[in-house]
């Protein structure tokens, strides 16, 4: 069980690092402003991370094949979540 959950936060996060560079073109580093603290490519990474996590505990998956699809299947709607975010902050903004 143990290697499932490292596995899947390994594959989940580096899921969400490729989205970050997809969609960026480049690897964006965190920074602080005098309003808030940008994770840059923290930000996908862990939240890619987490949802593989919960997904991977959530199915039980049977096989390590399974695992990585369910990982890298959680990496991907992570990074579809949080586009949704953003959208949802433009709408409101407006």
Known sequence: MLTNIIFS???GGSVGIIG???KYGKI???RKTKRF??????????????AALLLVLYAAPNSFVEMI???IIA?????????RFKL???????
């Not at 990496?75 to 586009?83: F, R, S």
């Not at 949802?88 to 407006?94: T, V, Y």
């Open 28 to 30: 964006i580093m965190p």
């Open 37 to 50: 603290i940008y994770l840059g490519f923290l930000e996908e990474l862990l939240l890619g991370a987490v």
């Open 88 to 94: 949802l902050n433009q709408d409101s903004d407006k």
């Open 20 to 22: 970050h560079v997809r």
């Open 69 to 71: 699809i369910f990982s």
């Open 9 to 11: 936060l390994v594959i």
């Open 75 to 83: 990496g991907i709607g992570g990074d579809a979540v949080l586009k």
